[in-house]
């Protein structure tokens, strides 16, 4: 199942980089999710995001009251306009689903836009085309929440 994001920021593709790979960022963007528990790690371009979300009433049974997600954005080099390419995946630990993608940072919109493009895949037999059905909403919700804190984070920094 495809999971499309694209959100718009007033400010150049250089900030929005270093907002996308600041620490502070990404902890608010956690507890926007309301995340129980987190672990940040920032390497140059790469950020990893390790979070036990409240699960789903839906998926309770098959991973408990929180749901371990975890997430890993890589960004490219810049063009000479500031535009990066990246890859995007998501993972929820014991569970055969998958969220992969890629994700492009360019000038446009109010400054910047990043777009995600991604499909869910759940590898469950019977079920998993029902639990993409249900997950998706929550993985979609999860992108567009970060324009967000992206906007409350460059406001604070203005």
Avoid: H
Avoid at 40 to 63: C, D, R, W
Avoid at 128 to 138: C, D, H, I, Q
């Amino acid at each position: 199942m495809q999971i499309n994001s694209q959100q718009s920021y007033a400010a150049t593709p250089d900030q929005v980089f270093a907002m996308m790979t600041d620490e502070a960022y990404l902890a608010a963007c956690c507890d926007r999710f309301g995340a129980k528990e987190r672990t940040i790690e920032v390497n140059g371009s790469t950020t990893t995001v390790k979070m036990k979300l409240p699960a789903p009433a839906q998926v309770q049974k098959f991973v408990g009251a929180t749901m371990p997600l975890n997430q890993v954005i890589t960004w490219g080099e810049a063009t000479v306009d500031g535009t990066r390419s990246g890859t995007l995946q998501m993972s929820i630990d014991k569970m055969p689903v998958k969220v992969a993608g890629t994700a492009v940072m360019r000038p446009g919109g109010e400054g910047t836009e990043v777009v995600y493009t991604t499909e869910l895949d759940v590898k469950i037999p019977l079920v998993g085309k029902k639990l993409e059905a249900e997950a998706a909403p929550v993985a979609q919700r999860a992108l567009d929440a970060q324009q967000q804190v992206g906007r409350d984070y460059l406001a604070n920094k203005a």
